[in-house]
């Protein structure tokens, strides 16, 4: 168990629906980054927050948004979906930005039909 | 940015052989991770290992920073090592603020 917790684990929704995804950081861990895998894409970077603010930003949609709220969890905002934003949702956190280890939650696995 | 590159793709042993996996980065690094998905598809933290070697069990790491890659020993592997092994680093500078991966190597241990 890393510490970081992701809700939900199971995803199946709709084209054109929007969903978010909850995550929660290892206790004391400021960071917070998204990532999403897919089969073709492998694991990218969408975006990561510090203490609340963006600090930054990878491969991100527009259609795709994300904060971190005082209590340091975070939710990822995915909207006007599409058969190919089905994937892996992995958050992880870190104690600082940029440096020091990160920890991986177990993901949420998006199913777009 | 930062490129990683894994070696090899692909990788099939017989239960109780060793291996050993490797990562190239393009560009000096701060951080420097292993880690293994497993066919549920988690995410296990192996070794944070930005320079230096160290052990953990059967595994073992080593990163030459100086030379800009690192590798994953694996030894007496067991079925349970079957998956993914993934590098990932932070770069330097502008490179510094995601950890970059590499494409993976896919390992197969057959009883």
């Known amino acids: 168990d890393s510490g970081v917790t992701q809700t939900p684990k199971h995803l199946i929704t709709a084209t054109g629906q929007r969903v978010t995804l909850r995550c929660s950081p290892r206790s004391g861990d400021l960071s917070v980054y998204w990532y999403q895998q897919s089969l073709d894409q492998g694991l990218q970077f969408l975006i990561q927050y510090y203490n609340g603010e963006e600090r930054a930003k990878g491969n991100i949609l527009e259609r795709f948004s994300a904060q971190q709220f005082p209590d340091l969890h975070s939710e990822l905002n995915l909207s006007s979906l599409e058969l190919g934003d089905s994937a892996l949702y992995f958050c992880?956190?870190?104690?600082?930005?940029?440096?020091?280890?990160?920890?991986f939650g177990e993901g949420s696995r998006l199913t777009v039909l | 940015g930062i490129q990683v590159e894994q070696s090899p793709p692909d990788l099939i042993l017989q239960e109780g052989a060793n291996s050993t996996l490797r990562c190239n980065f393009s560009?000096?690094?701060?951080?420097l991770q292993w880690f293994h998905q497993n066919p549920w598809g988690q995410l296990i933290n192996l070794f944070y290992?930005?320079?230096g070697t160290k052990q953990n069990g059967r595994l073992s790491a080593t990163t030459v920073a100086t030379e800009r890659y690192s590798l994953l020993y694996i030894s007496s592997s067991q079925t349970t090592d079957s998956g993914v092994y993934f590098c990932?680093?932070?770069?330097?500078?502008?490179?510094?603020?995601?950890?970059?991966f590499g494409e993976g190597t896919q390992l197969t241990v057959n009883p």
């Open positions: 560009d000096s690094v701060n951080n």
């Open positions: 992880a956190s870190s104690v600082g930005s940029g440096v020091g280890e990160l920890f």
């Open positions: 990932a680093v932070f770069g330097v500078g502008g490179s510094g603020s995601r950890l970059t």
């Open positions: 290992i930005p320079s």
